[in-house]
């Protein structure tokens, strides 16, 4: 069936980099785009970036411009979210979700079940 | 940046009542890209309507959205015991192209 999987929790320190993965499948990976969101602790949805996963083209919520990168490998459909100089307050589920399409509407269909990063001294 | 405020910010009601969510945009949104979304603790958000007012597959009728321009309302008819949750607006469009609501809250009264 249509899922994407997320690697696996992570606890950084300060100023460290986590790179988390999603790995898509039942169906045409380079045929969607991907989109990163995050959600911390108690708070709400927090849109980061995206990545048009046919050509690479990515955009990123200026918030986190030169903080984020996302990339993708299209031989194993799989998605990357980076994010450097952490600091305590990027404690948070990272989800990845498929930017769905039809008859010309958009929306994010298939999400991952997210990726608990925790940064702590 | 296109700012959806959602309200009330919890809502409480019983199984049976009818819920009445609002998500306001700060200026114009195409219908065509507004999302509703439903995130149970501990899980990952579900895509619940898209274009203001279509369902998503499998969900139930008794979920339906309306609206445009800047006034949205997700209503749901008669409330299940699985619909206490979080519901959240999102829309498409401008700069950044992805914002989400604040969310409401859907409380068991």
């Known amino acids: 069936q249509v899922q994407v999987v997320q690697s696996g929790a992570e606890v950084k320190k300060p100023g460290a980099s986590v790179k988390v993965s999603c790995q898509a499948s039942g169906y045409t990976f380079t045929s969607y785009a991907m989109h990163w969101v995050r959600q911390a602790p108690g708070q709400g949805l927090e849109w980061m970036g995206w990545i048009n996963a046919d050509n690479g083209n990515t955009k990123y919520s200026q918030k986190f411009q030169g903080r984020v990168t996302i990339t993708r490998d299209t031989s194993a459909s799989t998605a990357y979210m980076e994010l450097s100089s952490l600091r305590f307050e990027d404690t948070a589920v990272y989800y990845c979700a498929r930017w769905g399409k039809s008859n010309g509407y958009y929306y994010m269909d298939v999400w991952g079940k997210g990726t608990a990063v925790t940064v702590s001294s | 940046e296109v700012v959806l405020t959602q309200s009330p910010g919890t809502l409480s009601l019983s199984p049976g009542e009818r819920a009445t969510l609002s998500c306001r945009a700060s200026q114009s949104v195409s219908s065509t890209y507004l999302t509703w979304y439903q995130q149970k603790p501990g899980q990952a958000p579900r895509l619940l309507i898209y274009g203001a007012s279509n369902r998503a597959t499998g969900i139930p009728d008794r979920f339906s959205g309306s609206g445009s321009g800047t006034d949205f309302t997700l209503t749901i008819s008669r409330l299940e015991p699985e619909d206490f949750a979080l519901y959240y607006c999102?829309?498409?469009?401008?700069?950044?192209?992805?914002?989400f609501g604040q969310g409401t809250r859907l409380d068991i009264k």
């Open positions: 999102q829309q498409y469009g401008g700069s950044p192209p992805i914002t």
